[in-house]
């Protein structure tokens, strides 16, 4: 089961056990053949299927943070009958579903849509009024692994060591769970645990994993709501044309927007973490540099260069450098509870939402995260970047030469 399971992180790296069960040890023959049995009916039931609806619901937790993803999803098969193995219809340009998808998050101020037409595979952000081609397997991956093994039932071939282990209410719904592995390309045995409801389907599916990037383990779980199969679907649902002032998402545009080398940064006063006033202007007089740090909690990339901000700010703090944090949306108290539990000594401010035409962000033209700028003493910039950075780059050492800190 190679699928992806959402479109940033979720590939299936996973080293551990779920909910506390354990792979080792042989199944019984009872327990291996009802498993086997659920396992058959749902790929046969995927086989036969041609149309599915149903919310979707992704979870993921880590470090005590939970992250929930909504949405709906409608979907159809392009052909008749049923697809056989890994052999596609004869007409090669068919995708495996037309569909639409309409998913939503606390941790974001818009719906993200998708639409499979039969031509192409469209993510449209309306927040941004902007669209972008995907493919497929994106798709797939963020309407999460039940639906995916919908469309592609031969993954179920990959399974190994199934075993029954009753039945489990989750969120009031009863499910038939089934423990498997598969091995990944270095010969290691990924667990999952897989939840098979009232349709038949695999409506449900758990599993923790390791983030490739800071190591930090994640819970992640994949559910099909209120399923409902064969349904009436027209492809001519699927259809789209792009929306009315909407453009084509353009990823050096947002590049683009940030302040240029050179240029004098706004000034800002802003609510510092924990109480008080962090006033840039006031902190340049009493330093070499600032660096102004970009970020909010539920950002991998943001949790995974703090620690490295916090060997920064150690190292050169009383050479000259000042490090403000600069927190995008967060409850206050949840912003300093993550400072605390992670022994981040620098100071932080809460920077308010993201959408507000004169904040922070707007006049710095932060339009993702993590984003760093250095500053020296007279505000201008003297380095600036975009994504997870760890500050040992050829231009990051040469800017802290620049302003005297190397």
């Known amino acids: 089961m190679k699928t992806s399971l959402t479109k940033t992180t979720f590939v299936l790296l996973i080293c551990a056990v779920l909910s506390g069960r354990h792979a080792s040890g042989a199944a019984s023959a009872d327990e291996t053949g009802r498993a086997e049995k659920l396992l058959k009916q749902s790929y046969a039931l995927s086989m036969r299927g041609r149309t599915l609806q149903a919310d979707i619901v992704l979870i993921s937790m880590q470090e005590g943070r ?67 081609e995907k493919n497929e397997n994106d798709f797939q991956s963020q309407a999460g692994f039940p639906f995916a093994c919908f469309f592609s039932p031969p993954t179920y071939d990959l399974l190994k060591s199934p075993r029954y282990l009753g039945k489990e209410q989750v969120d009031g719904v009863f499910y038939d769970v089934v423990q498997a592995s598969q091995s990944d390309s270095t010969g290691h045995d990924d667990v999952y645990t897989l939840y098979f409801g009232e349709s038949g389907l695999l409506e449900g599916y758990r599993t923790r994993f390791q983030e490739q990037r800071d190591h930090k383990e994640v819970s992640f779980s994949a559910w099909m709501k209120h399923v409902v199969v064969d ?105 300093q509870r993550y400072l605390q539990e992670g022994k981040f000594t620098f100071p932080a401010a809460l920077g308010g939402p993201k959408d507000a035409a004169d904040s922070v962000y707007a006049h710095f033209g932060v339009q993702a995260f993590p984003t760093n700028y250095l500053l020296d003493a007279d505000g201008k910039v003297v380095w600036r970047a975009m994504g997870y950075n760890d500050f040992a780059s050829p231009e990051f050492k040469a800017a802290l030469k620049r302003v005297g800190l190397e």
């Open 231 to 335: 349904s009436p679907m027209k492809a001519g649902e699927f259809a789209w044309a792009v929306p009315a002032g909407f453009s084509r998402f353009d990823p050096n545009a947002i590049e683009r927007a940030l302040l240029p080398v050179g240029a004098s940064a706004p000034d800002f006063l802003l609510t510092r973490s924990g109480g008080g006033e962090f006033k840039l202007a006031d902190a340049r007089r009493k330093k070499k540099a600032v660096l102004v740090n970009f970020w909010f909690a539920a950002c991998g990339p943001c949790r995974a260069e703090f620690p490295h901000l916090q060997n920064l700010y150690e190292r050169l703090q009383s050479k000259g450098l000042e490090v403000i944090a600069i927190n995008q949306g967060d409850a206050p108290p949840q912003v």
């Open 66 to 132: 939970t992250i929930t993803t909504t949405g709906k999803l409608r979907a159809m098969k392009p052909y008749e009958g049923e697809w056989h193995g890994n052999v596609r219809p004869n007409e090669p340009e068919n995708p495996r579903f037309l569909g639409s998808l309409e998913m939503s998050s606390p941790q974001q101020p818009w719906k993200d849509r998708w639409i499979a037409d039969g031509h192409q595979v469209i993510e449209s952000l309306e927040g941004r009024k902007e669209y972008t």
